[in-house]
């Protein structure tokens, strides 16, 4: 074949390029790494930061099974090799082996965890590796005996006949090797009412809160151990809309909506995880009728400011999902809770009417974001509420107070200008809509607010 070209092998991840040589009488010249025509082909966003070449003067030596907590892609720059890969991965395709001769017009993928070994074939074998992390002594390797009998790997030359070092002859077999672990979605903002909605939608995830890994801290960022994790959810965030007006509160939200996720994409641009990171509708003025992704940003007090430095920093990882939603209801402290308990007991409130959107659940942003990730939709900004007629603060208020047995007449609405009189009051949104269509596009279809909404009042009536 003449062209680049890409083939999977039995082993998930690992892939095998097949690389054009143009040869003259001079030689020949190959591109060995091409990042925008790899990817085309449907190679991972492979970003290598280090360049490893291991040459071997003589025919038959033999090097591995080695398996590292990074990605490489290994060629040979001279000569010919046989490469044997194992998968030393935790998962059901753990041991399962491939083999094959590798020339210069080859390279392979090697994903992490899947242990690589080859045998020269030749007298001065140039064999080079791209790494997608630097090296670092404290890293966790596998290793897996070269002549494991469960794996008979066919070498060309016996073993016993091969160059092979100490270390590597004292490798362990499969049946005692210790599995390299998967990588794990981390929760961040553990005890919010977003982070526990994704901790039950994703029980295999971390969470963790501030007091474990504290966002705004740049030496806890620098030195949280991100290799372990492909998926990082920010459910972190200062929410206090007005107190971030004040001049504490303004450094507060800065600090943790803006210099934050900064930090966060700064770790998901060197480890190369997914970053998801969820905002708000107050990123916008709340002019138009709806809000669009591509709507340029346009917030009117702190709050929405610093969330918006927060997604314009996001925007920029390469695998990202910046989540914009409006008026999160979950398990914690929320406007319909606080409904709820002012119309049991015997409260009649002024309710704000000219502000107008859509109630999130938190269960429905779980959801949402559960398929975005794994259905690997396009990396960008997605609104998320959800669906149906969009409502007024006070609107909402009639609902709970008619589903909690008190006339929906005994909520007063009023205008936000009447409600915030004498009270320290953030600029809001007058139109909080967020336009769904692009998260409709992904397969995904929003649950209908209302309906939402009288579950959640159920379930509050049967917790007592």
Known sequence: MDDLSLATTPIPGLLVLHLPLHEDARGWFKENWQREKMAALGLPDFTPVQQNVSFNNRRGVTRGIHAEPWDKLVSVATGRVFGAW???REGPTFGRSHHLELDASQAVLVPRGVGNAYQTLDEGVAYSYLVTDHWRPDASYVALALDDPSVAIPWPL?????EISDKDRDNPTLDSVSRMPALRTLILGAGGQLARALAEALPHA???GQGELDVSDAGQVATWPWQDYDVVLNATGYTAVDLAE?????KTAWSVNAHGPARLAQ????HRFLLVHYSTDYVFDGVGQHHEESEPVSPLGVYGQSKAAGDLSVAITPRHYVIRTSWVVGD?????RTMARLAAGGVSPSVVDDQVGRLTFA???ARATVHLVDSRAPYGTYNCTNSGPAMSWSDIARVVFAHCGRSADDVRPVSTEEYGAGKLLAPRPQRSVLDL???EATGYRPGDATTALERYLSDLQDAG
């Open 86 to 88: 194992v998968d030393l």
């Open 158 to 162: 016996p073993l016993d006949q091969a």
């Open 206 to 208: 971390r969470s963790v």
């Open 246 to 250: 004040t001049p504490e509160g303004r």
């Open 267 to 270: 770790q998901a641009r060197r």
């Open 332 to 336: 914690g402290p929320n406007f319909v």
């Open 363 to 365: 269960d429905e942003l």
């Open 437 to 439: 269509s692009a998260l």
